[in-house]
């Protein structure tokens, strides 16, 4: 029983669960004014790092996409960056 | 300064406001002064004032690259914020600002403003030429940060696996592969190739399990 639950559950590729590294340390803060702390929330073309792929939770990813939203509005960090 | 505020339900906001980078020392004080002035008048108080200095913009404003940031923050109500906001699209030289409600129902007396605070004088040395090492460093870091994402990636697989090693070992492991290369962009696609095959291989013993379990 376990097995076969587990195994559909990998094909569909949903392994890498990560825990939201805002509720593991309540100290970090999600600042739009430091746009270092939430550059690791943005691709390199300035996009927004999904919450499958960064692993935060819902809640904090909201705070993230405001942050970033915000550092963007006041050019701290770019809308979209060309390379 | 009119009547004081009432001893609560004032509201702490802060603006960001970017200076054009040719404007000069004498009008960086008059649009300090001008901020100032209207925060007393409507009998505010300001709670702290900054100059982050000359910065690189993420993206040109009004043609320029760069501007002087200066920070704010004070106490106040909404009809404050469109005030300052009026004057500060007004000032010529001000090329954007940000307005950002941070606190409601904030006591007056209960924040203390020491003196050192309230300073439009940048407190770090300008450094126009830096600014594009800056981005270069910036560059760094992203490509760092990348390669972070994958390590953790592979740990926390690898960590699974271990968990998960009663159940049968050569599915395990090619599940985390399969899944390793789907998350990274970069995975070439001879990889990806073999991943697939291994999912097939997967995907048979899965329904094998299943025959057997019934």
Known sequence: MMDRKSDSRRRGGSRRRRVCRFCIDKNLKIDYKDPQGIRYFITERGKIVPRRISGNCAKHQRCVCLAVKRARNIALMPFTASK | ?214
């Not at chain 2, 009547?3 to 004032?10: C, D, T, V």
């Not at chain 2, 906001?85 to 409601?104: C, G, Q």
């Not at chain 2, 040395?125 to 760092?144: G, L, M, R």
């Open chain 2, 1 to 214: 300064m009119a009547e004081p505020l009432p001893a609560h339900r004032s509201r702490e906001y802060e603006t960001i406001f970017i200076v054009h980078p040719e404007t000069q020392a004498e009008t960086m004080d008059q649009i300090a002064d001008r901020v100032t002035d209207v925060i007393s008048r409507l009998s505010g108080k300001l709670l702290k004032a900054e100059n982050w200095g000359k910065r690189r913009l993420a993206y040109p404003v009004k043609k320029q690259q760069s501007g002087y940031y200066i920070y704010v923050r004070y106490l106040g109500y909404s009809d404050m914020v469109h005030e300052i906001e009026r004057n500060l699209r007004m000032l010529e030289p001000v090329i954007k600002h940000i307005s950002v409600k941070i606190e409601e129902d904030v006591n007056p007396d209960s924040r203390q403003v020491a003196d050192s605070d309230i300073s439009f004088v940048p407190q770090v040395e300008e450094e126009p030429e830096a600014s594009t090492d800056e981005e270069e460093s910036d560059d760094d870091d992203e490509n760092f940060e990348d390669d972070d994402f994958n390590g953790d990636n592979e740990t926390e697989a690898d960590a699974d696996s271990n968990t998960d090693s009663s159940a049968d070992s050569n599915a395990d492991s090619s599940a985390d592969s399969n899944a390793d290369s789907s998350a990274d962009s970069n995975a070439d696609s001879s990889a990806d190739a073999n991943t697939d095959d291994n999912a097939d291989d997967e995907a048979v013993d899965g329904a094998d399990n299943k025959n057997a379990d019934e």
